[in-house]
Nanobody, 121 residues
Framework: QVQLVESGGNLVQPGGSLRLSCEASGLTLWNYAIAWHRQAPGKERELVAAIGSRGGSANYANFVKGRFTISRDNVKNTVYLQMNSLKPEDAAVYYC??????????????WGQGTQVTVSS
């Protein structure tokens, strides 16, 4: 059974940092593109950052460039989102999304349950 489990969400003051984790079971994240999305109350879900499969490059939404970093630990089968210089507008539920990019998994698309990030003084 495939599972993506996010963790690391918390309450943090503006200017603070958090590292979110997305740990996978039942699939090898190396073979998937991974995206982090977020959704704030009353707003649509939006793409925050993504990293390609098999060593592919990372891309970021303009509103997090220079502050957030997406990375992989292939041994731990985990993808991270390091978030620095957090702003109140970064508060949201953050979701991990694994997208199959190979011929063997191109129909696969998995989501985690989300982790809450709150930015407030």
């Amino acid at each position: 059974q495939v599972q993506l489990v996010e963790s690391g969400g918390n309450l943090v003051q503006p200017g603070g940092s958090l590292r979110l984790s997305c740990e996978a079971s039942g699939l090898t994240l190396w073979n998937y593109a991974i995206a982090w999305h977020r959704q704030a109350p009353g707003k649509e879900r939006e793409l925050v950052a993504a990293i390609g499969s098999r060593g592919g490059s990372a891309n970021y939404a303009n509103f997090v460039k220079g502050r957030f970093t997406i990375s992989r630990d292939n041994v731990k089968n985990t993808v991270y989102l390091q978030m620095n210089s957090l702003k109140p507008e970064d508060a949201a539920v953050y979701y991990c999304n694994a997208i199959g990019t190979q011929s063997s998994n191109s129909r696969e698309n998995y989501w985690g349950q989300g982790t809450q990030v709150t930015v407030s003084s």
